[in-house]
């Protein structure tokens, strides 16, 4: 009997370890006034898996949602004022994204899938728009702080 049931477990533990994982689907959403004031995207900040989905969703209108730096090898992504926008973030990385009409405000956010691959590409990036940021420029920052390195 002993010999069966540990057959049994040893085949279950191959079965779940070869068992893909399903997929995330996380929701951002595009607000005149968060938690951290007025212009924010709420969280700013996603930590996702390669295949998981980010919806954006305007709350409130005269947004939208374009990405600043992805990943080598990723298409940028721009989605149409007022509407709801789906990307499924395919490769490792931090994407950096805005609200154009918006960004000035710091209407900024980030999403980092795995490792953190290209965070000094984006660091780099980021210096390039902290000119624009006229209003809360913190917030890239407290973006990009919560971005962890690689387990």
């Given at each position: 009997?002993?010999?069966?049931?540990m057959t049994?477990?040893?085949a279950?533990?191959v079965?779940?370890?070869?068992t893909?994982?399903v997929?995330?689907e996380?929701?951002?959403?595009?607000l005149?006034?968060?938690?951290?004031?007025?212009?924010?995207?709420?969280?700013?900040?996603?930590?996702?898996?390669?295949?998981?989905?980010?919806t954006?969703v305007?709350?409130?209108?005269s947004?939208?949602?374009q990405?600043?730096?992805?990943?080598?090898?990723?298409?940028?992504?721009?989605?149409?004022?007022?509407?709801?926008?789906?990307?499924t973030?395919?490769?490792?990385?931090v994407y950096?994204?805005?609200c154009?009409?918006h960004?000035?405000m710091?209407?900024?956010?980030?999403?980092?899938?795995?490792a953190?691959?290209?965070?000094?590409t984006?660091?780099?990036?980021?210096e390039?728009?902290?000119?624009?940021l006229?209003?809360?420029?913190?917030?890239?920052?407290?973006?990009?702080?919560?971005?962890?390195p690689?387990?």
């Open positions: 009997m002993k010999r069966p049931l049994l477990a040893a279950i533990a079965m779940l370890s070869v893909p994982s997929a995330a996380h929701k951002v959403l595009m005149n006034y968060g938690k951290d004031g007025g212009m924010v995207f709420e969280p700013s900040y996603v930590k996702a898996e390669p295949g998981d989905t980010i954006f305007p709350e409130n209108s947004h939208y949602v990405s600043y730096v992805v990943p080598e090898g990723v298409t940028p992504w721009k989605s149409k004022l007022d509407e709801a926008y789906s990307v973030v395919d490769k490792e990385g950096l994204y805005y154009p009409p960004l000035m710091a209407m900024i956010g980030v999403i980092q899938v795995g953190p691959v290209n965070l000094e984006v660091r780099q990036k980021a390039k728009l902290r000119p624009k006229v209003m809360k420029g913190e917030r890239l920052e407290a973006a990009l702080a919560q971005v962890t690689a387990p």
